[in-house]
């Protein structure tokens, strides 16, 4: 892991880039502020099924997303609001799918874990931990043989890492050499079982490095280094330099669904961590800096709520698909050719 | 004993940990965490790690670590979270668990039993909702057991482990909440045959699982309009027990098969052409089925429901299978 | 021209990597061994390893990469040797190839076809014996096909890329050595439709793949002792020709099925519901199946016979069945 | 990999050990002539099914097999005649079984890849490529929560390597710090794809070792290397150190399986291996030396041949398992209790 700035070295980062660590911040906001109402909504029975929040992590989609290009490609997990809205995925269309709305991304036959979108090429959203590893790497696949210079973005938890789909899937990007970021955000714990119970080696990047591919850890808790990492990363995969990975050293705040009873770890872990959130870390260093001041927060959080209340109310009242509709998109509907 | 499914299968689990050194649990999250739908809760501070193994992500390897376990002398519970994911160790089962004694000529058995939940229902989409025991169903050298009952879930388990070949036990989601009276001393149960869960003359709704309530839910409606269904639970589903599925079908002449798989390629098709080959000429009107409609399930709650088995669409089908009698009589 | 079933396969292989350019073939040993049963020899010489991709061994990666390149513009073919070893791929068809496009609400199709060879027949024992194609034709989303002719060896596949959704092709390992005479023009045939490939009018075989060779001769014998079988050949197994299986049974009124997977829990169990539930009234006799026999299937070659299906099984399933008949006649 | 011996070195070490060295080279003979009959019978249509033989690789079993006890447990793949015979199955019982006989070793049903013997504890036999190494963690796991001090030899090629259940093993075994000597025969080639396309990381020792497993990698082709790494690593496995892994740097002479047309590799890269026959090579030394001179080699190879004639005679005039008992063994045959 590249050692942390000093407090500094950050000022002077920030200082010279205000706009982007205030921009930032507003992305890690707008996710955090979509949660904490996605949770409540749970409570509220709007939404059902599993409902995993990302809360605590923002840092990691923001600075990732931040360093793509519209062509470029995202692959996630079932902990994936944060990345289909910071992605482009319209507020208004994640919530409607949550409520399991005609209006929702993919028209309330997906739900919470399985947000996709097209036009902002966000393949998912996949429930089954590890299963988007082998898309990516055909996405990838893809962008090589058309000789497009896109890279695809893949994201996956610690607890992925021991499946053998991760295995195959890292040894074929590396052997290929293709266009893939594999983006791990470790947040120690699979459901309840911690890295060191889950994994033999626990230095995530020195694991992914023995396929050959170049990986680094990241401090995911700030935002800047993620984007600065995820930045370098990224030209250097599109401009031909393979597959890399990048291990975001991040936590959840919350239980890992809504059913979790969280005996598996000290409150005083979840507390200590929670000292290091990415988002009022960011402000208070703006702050400090005099580059952010009552009003400028005062104005992000108002455009974060308009948009969080804009979203639940096209949700509240969005329609449901047709019960006729059922078998629709089972297959494609073919045009006549 | 007032007690819930979840319970019932958590004392079958205790009860054999301390019956047999040998049993011991393994799983992702069954420990600390205390299972994935808290089956296993509270077994690894009684027990012990060594005896409730939480393991990594990695079906295929801990599945397969439970068949050399089971070789090398353990009599090892593997739970794999959810069926959906024991598509990942499918090959352990299928090409290990289920052809190691044939292959060996008979010298190694497998004495290993795979608990995993089953079925949709809860709103948790294409990935998480399948019902695929009826695959398992196929394979020989497997048995597959759906307890459906308080009885079940505290009585199959040890049964299974004393079975000295792999028994495969799926869990419907929505039962483990399902509370009533269980006997202080429910024990072990056999594991052979089907169960009449209703006496009837008119109909014969064969079922397991998670569809045994709203079978039994049904044949109470089809009762208020005069309709006398018998309800079967198969609770085996390989080997089917042909005894009980034929002698109900001699009692009442007609059929209605009914689980959550989706209908093409059905545990149902099976149990229906069981009944044409052995009892064709016992029927009064075509063996029906009720299963799941032919699309990945879906999130939304009504697109879920209308995929789904339902009570009204049990009642439709044994309705018109009875109706279809009738036409039947008429016509001879 | 003469040919064989191998060679029509590989000319479709070639004809659709000179049609269209996004056509590329993946799997293990498909270039420089020229594939595991010989299949693509020949095909990375005039096409190139960037067509022509051997992959390592690993299955879920290089079938779940299949699905990406497909879902990035790619028309992928990718074989997976056996049907044995896509066991380890299951996760990959069943949780995303089928699952996609509906989850996605109809954005991401998936225009992916994936081959492999299937079925027993050459000793190879328990672990590459295997006939699950009658598992995959339990999903939704997929589509199954089953070539057992060499116009299908060569046409199935064209039409199977020109699908947006994923298609499954099952190759029985013992078509490959086929051979007889193809037209020099034969090109892409449909997909959605059984054929009659004998028509008869006492009882009705209905089989795929395989087993047609076996069926065909058994209907040869038979009607040297004055039974005249119609034969249907399924061709896709997902989604079944309803039509073309009720048309035939309105005619004989007798249907024996024939395939090669385990009986319990087969293709042919979902064929004979089907015909129970769509023509019951129509049956002069109980739907017959011959299927395998409930074993790992053993390497010892009179073992082997003894458990899959057979000219002598099928002939005498079918005598049955048409003796059967008059029984009837003879009761009613 | 340990640097080669010098020749000095070695016929020293021949030299203080010369039983051990005479009987590992007919160790290997046996196996080599086995299965040199097993092509002629192939060839003649008495076996049938797959047949993959390991000639050119004799020096892996004959090594690891010494260094084992009799309670240790091996597990193999579809290339294990030679793993059976050193193990200890009678040839006798492995000829009728791929003769399809009923006092073949698994009553005819598993055939050339699916040997088994409960006897020897050789757990198979598996034609699933990589699927044996989760039974060979379970096995050791057994062996661990029974406080039993015995060691689970896995044998498998190198093309496994890029299974996920390779990985899942490795992790489980270290994870769990069990007794498992995994030994991965490194011929090159998985069917016809040579090991630079088939992993990304072609030093398979370093691979390994990412997972924390101690790692070595060994000439394959000098059974008395072999032989001590072995050793050395079935002591350690045996007194707690945790899995072991061993890759063997081989070759295999003959095609994959019988019908390879072998299009892949050069017909001089076959020579060149073919240089360095691991029973050739013994031979030699031990003749260099003066410990083995014509008559002890005529007498050595006089014992083989009987050995296998009578394997083949025993086979010939074996009997078919009868048809009535096609469904046995399908399950157990419960005890009435
Ligand atoms: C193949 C598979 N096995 C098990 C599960 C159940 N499950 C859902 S999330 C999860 C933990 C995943 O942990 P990690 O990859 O670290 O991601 P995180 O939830 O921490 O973001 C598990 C075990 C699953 N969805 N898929
Ligand atoms: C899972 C699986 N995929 C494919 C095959 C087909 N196959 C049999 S052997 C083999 C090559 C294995 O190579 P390696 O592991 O290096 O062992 P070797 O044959 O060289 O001893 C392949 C691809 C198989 N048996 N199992
Ligand atoms: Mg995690
Ligand atoms: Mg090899």
């Known amino acids: 892991m590249t050692p942390p700035m000093t407090a500094e070295e950050r000022a002077a980062l920030i200082t010279a880039r205000p706009d982007q660590a205030r921009e930032l911040l ?41 360093a793509l290009r519209p062509d470029d490609a995202v692959v996630a997990t079932y902990r994936e ?38 036009d902002t090429r966000f393949y998912g959203g996949n429930a089954i931990v590890a299963g988007g590893l082998p898309l990516a790497v055909g996405l990838a696949l893809a962008d090589r043989m058309q000789g497009r210079d896109r890279v695809t973005a893949c994201f996956f938890g610690e607890g992925a890492m021991a499946e053998g789909e991760f295995h195959e899937s890292l040894n074929l990007a590396a052997l290929w ?117 009552a009003d ?16 639940v109310e096209f949700a509240e009242s969005g329609t449901l698909e047709p019960l006729a509709d059922l078998a629709r998109h089972v297959h494609s509907e073919r045009s006549t050719a | 004993m007032k007690t819930t499914f979840r319970e019932a299968m958590r004392a079958a689990m205790r009860d054999a940990m301390q019956r047999d050194e040998r049993v011991f649990l393994m799983g992702e999250d069954v420990g600390r965490y205390g299972g994935g739908f808290a089956v296993s809760l509270g077994l690894l501070e009684e027990f012990g790690p060594q005896r409730v ?22 009599r090892p519970i593997v739970e794999v979270m959810t069926v959906n994911f024991s598509l990942l160790a499918l090959d352990q089962i299928v090409n290990n668990a289920a052809t190691l004694l044939h292959m060996s000529g008979g010298q190694f058995n497998v ?102 309530p709203m079978v039994l839910a049904a044949a109470d409606s089809l009762s208020a309009e005069g309709i006398d269904a018998e309800v079967i639970d198969l609770r085996t589903l390989r080997p089917l027990d042909d005894d009980a599925i034929l002698a109900t079908v001699a009692k009442t002449h007609r059929a209605v098969v009914v689980d959550e798989g989706w209908r093409s390629g059905s545990l149902s098709a099976e149990v229906s052409a069981r009944i044409t080959e052995s009892a064709f000429y016992e029927l009064d009107a075509p063996v029906a089925r009720v299963c799941s409609e032919e699309v990945p399930v879906p999130y ?17 089908a044994a309705r018109a299978t009875v109706g279809q009698v009738e036409a039947v009589a008429g016509h001879a």
Chains 1, 4 share one sequence.
């Not at chain 1, 507003?26 to 029975?45: D, G, K, N």
């Not at chain 1, 400028?296 to 969080?308: N, Y």
């Not at chain 2, 052979?192 to 079922?207: L, P």
């Open chain 2, 53 to 74: 193994r939480d393991t990594p992500l990695s079906e295929a390897g801990f599945v397969g670590a439970g068949i050399g376990a089971a070789l090398g002398g353990m």
């Open chain 1, 296 to 311: 400028g927060w005062a104005s992000i959080t108002r455009d974060v709520d308009a948009e969080v209340d804009a979203a």
């Open chain 2, 300 to 316: 939304a709650k009504h697109l879920e429901e209308a995929a789904l088995p339902s009570v009204a669409r049990v009642i439709s």
């Open chain 1, 177 to 293: 050499d293709l266009p893939v970021l594999f983006c791990c955000e470790n947040n120690l714990y699979a459901m309840g079982t911690a890295l060191e119970r889950s994994e033999s080696q626990t230095d995530l990047a020195l694991k992914a490095a023995s396929y050959e591919v170049a990986s680094w850890a990241v401090d995911g808790m700030d935002v800047l280094a993620v984007e600065e990492s995820a930045r370098r990363a990224v030209e250097a995969v599109r401009s031909g330099g393979g597959p890399h990975f990048l291990e975001f050293r991040t936590y959840r705040f919350r239980a890992h669904s809504m059913f979790d009873p969280e005996r598996y770890r000290e409150k005083a872990e979840v507390e200590h961590w929670m000292e290091r959130d990415p988002i009022a870390s960011l402000r208070g260093e703006l702050e400090a800096s005099g580059l952010l001041d």
């Open chain 2, 111 to 212: 004495p290993l039993v795979v608990r995993m939940t089953t079925g949709g229902g809860r709103q948790l989409a294409a990935q998480h909702s399948h019902s695929l025991e009826g695959w398992l169903a196929h394979i020989p050298g497997l048995r597959i057991l759906a307890p459906a009952t308080l009885e079940d879930a505290r009585g199959m388990l040890w049964t299974a482990l004393e079975d000295p070949d792999p028994v495969l036990i799926f869990e419907h989601g929505s039962l483990y909440n399902v509370a009533g009276e269980l006997a202080d001393d429910a024990g072990p149960v056999d594991i052979d045959r089907a169960a009449v869960r209703r006496a009837g003359a008119d109909v014969s709704i064969i079922t397991y699982g998670g569809t045994l």
């Open chain 1, 81 to 118: 609001h944060g990345h289909a809205l910071l992605r482009g995925v319209p507020a208004t269309a994640i919530m409607a799918e949550m409520f399991g709305h005609a209006e929702g991304c993919c028209r309330g036959r997906g739900g919470s874990m399985h947000l996709f979108d097209a």
């Open chain 1, 26 to 66: 507003r992305q890690m906001l707008r996710v955090r502020r979509l949660e904490e109402r996605c949770v409540e909504l749970y409570s509220a029975s709007k939404i059902r099924g599993f409902l995993h929040v990302y809360i605590g992590e923002e840092a990691v989609a923001a600075g990732v997303m931040s």
